[in-house]
């Protein structure tokens, strides 16, 4: 099919799934909230029901061939896709008719999504290939996947500023490249799968976006292969990252498993971004770790070091670990094949196997947000932490918190205790105090400090930390508060000076104080 044919056809399917109000908002309510995290269960039961009573109406034949894997009669999809027509559906490949019967199912999954940035909301559809609810069984080896957990927790990694060149690092179905055209001036877009990127530009091209030399870059090939020698402002990358073992019978998937031993994929992502970034780009990615005995020690540290022999800043977040068994037990699953099955524990056998043979005691998963420094001799953010709890209350993700951080970290790091006493700050506006005591005591037994955004951090304060934060609005210095503080509490002025200004320093890198 030539391109001008092509862009015709994808432009006719716009126009229909405008005209069908095909958003997540609109099938939501036309199926209910209980109905939606059903099928978000892998459901579809309460869904279907939820349809019988439907009027019809090109919504609802769409909902139920793209998002429910049912057959829809042939006159009833003519009536959803008025400007493509069936056709032009089955040209594109998105529906076939059946043998059976004139109806009609769906070769691919088109599904509305929704997401909110500092510019704003906004929805858009997403291709990509059917998953295990509509095949009914196992994903195929090249299987190219949706929008997933994973993948909307990458999008709230990345800053809302602008950037000039964005690379977004195995594309995909091309979900990043969607985030990244809202804040970018240009993108290059790369994957091993040349389905997946065919997927990618029928995704970006259905949303509006221009392809190649004026729009988004789409290029095949391993990692940064396709990107030799060039540079970028930033990196957006939900690498292959699934640690399986290479062992006869054990299935790869293209989305998820990079062809590396073990972390190798994350680490040659790391390493790999220390030569495309541009000084004082940044990298967001998200990976596994894994830790191993007394040889191989902690999954952070690992991290760590690959990032310190790449010469790079690093804020790396451990959100969760599992043991072997949870870790090969969730991506067999992820695969399709069912918890209690023989073809389950044969796999299931050959992973805790590989981690047994290996000294894998354990696999974390987290975020790495990674930094080329402009001035190499500058003071190093090197950071990694375990943060297993929910996020606070951020609309449009974790991304610019980070980079306030590390904005904070290069304000602050050459000062010395002097110079930071000097500061004036302010008490972010998410932070709020708790204070518990026992009936009748004289002050509070507990106290702390709690952030409403970014990690939803708490904080254990004493009387000289939480006066200081609260005290903090931007009239008196740090050391005037230090001072006011020792007299109040009849302390001594340098001690307690020694004791608050490491414990400033930190608050302003995770958010709870800001410069004035």
Do not use: K
């Amino acid at each position: 099919m030539h391109d001008a044919s092509r862009d015709r056809l994808v432009g006719a399917l716009r126009d229909d799934l405008t005209a069908a109000d095909y958003t997540v908002d609109a099938v939501r309510r036309l199926w209910g909230d209980e109905a939606d995290a059903a099928l978000r269960r892998g459901d579809r039961v309460v869904a279907r029901r939820a349809l019988r009573s439907a009027p019809s109406a090109p919504l609802t034949a769409l909902a139920r061939l793209f998002l429910l894997a049912d057959p829809v009669a042939a006159d009833e999809l003519a009536g959803a896709l008025p400007s493509l027509g069936l056709d032009g559906a089955r040209e594109l490949g998105l529906a076939a008719p059946t043998t059976a019967s004139d109806a009609w199912l769906a070769s691919l999954d088109v599904r509305p999504y929704s997401a909110i940035d500092a510019t704003g909301a906004v929805s858009w559809w997403v291709v990509s290939d059917l998953g295990e609810l509509a095949t009914g069984g196992p994903l195929d080896a090249g299987h190219v996947l949706g929008v997933g957990g994973a993948s909307t927790t990458l999008s709230s990694l990345i800053p809302t500023s602008a950037a000039r060149r964005v690379l977004d690092l195995g594309t995909g179905c091309g979900i990043q490249s969607l985030h990244a055209s809202r804040h970018a001036g240009a993108i290059v877009a790369t994957d091993i799968s040349r389905r997946a990127l065919d997927l990618a530009a029928l995704t970006l091209r259905l949303n509006g976006l221009e392809l190649g030399a004026h729009g988004v870059d789409l290029r095949v090939g391993d990692l940064f292969a396709p990107v030799a020698g060039e540079h970028f402002d930033r990196i957006v990358s939900n690498p292959p990252f699934v640690i399986t073992p290479r062992r006869e019978g054990v299935p790869l998937y293209e989305y998820r498993d990079g062809g590396r031993v073990g972390d190798g994929i994350v680490e040659e992502v790391v390493r790999g971004a220390a030569d495309h970034l541009e000084p004082g780009g940044t990298a967001h990615l998200l990976g596994n770790w894994e830790y191993r005995d007394a040889m191989g020690g902690d999954g952070l540290a690992r991290v760590r070091r690959w990032v310190e022999e790449a010469g790079l800043d690093a804020w790396i977040v451990e959100r969760e670990r599992q043991t072997p068994a949870q870790y090969a037990e969730t991506w067999i699953r992820d695969g399709g094949t069912r918890v209690g099955s023989p073809e389950f524990e044969a796999l299931a056998e050959e992973w805790l196997a590989d981690f047994e043979a290996r000294g894998v005691t354990g696999v974390g998963f987290g975020y790495v947000v990674l930094r080329r420094p402009v001035d190499p001799a500058a003071p190093r953010l090197v950071r990694t932490e375990r943060l297993l709890d929910a996020l606070g209350a951020t609309p449009t993700g974790i991304g610019d918190h980070l980079m306030a951080g590390f904005a904070a970290h290069d304000a602050i790091a050459p000062l010395d205790d002097s110079a930071l006493a000097a500061l004036h700050l302010r008490v972010a506006p998410d932070v709020t105090e708790e204070r518990h005591q026992w009936p009748g005591a004289d002050g509070p037994t507990v106290m702390r400090l709690r952030q409403g955004g970014g990690f939803a951090r708490t904080i254990d304060a004493d009387a000289a930390l939480a006066g200081l934060v609260g005290a903090s609005d931007g009239e008196l210095s740090v050391g005037q508060l230090i001072g006011a503080l020792a007299q109040l509490l009849e302390v001594d002025e340098v001690a307690l000076a020694d004791d608050l200004l490491p414990r400033v320093r930190e608050l302003l890198v995770v958010g709870f104080l800001s410069l004035e």
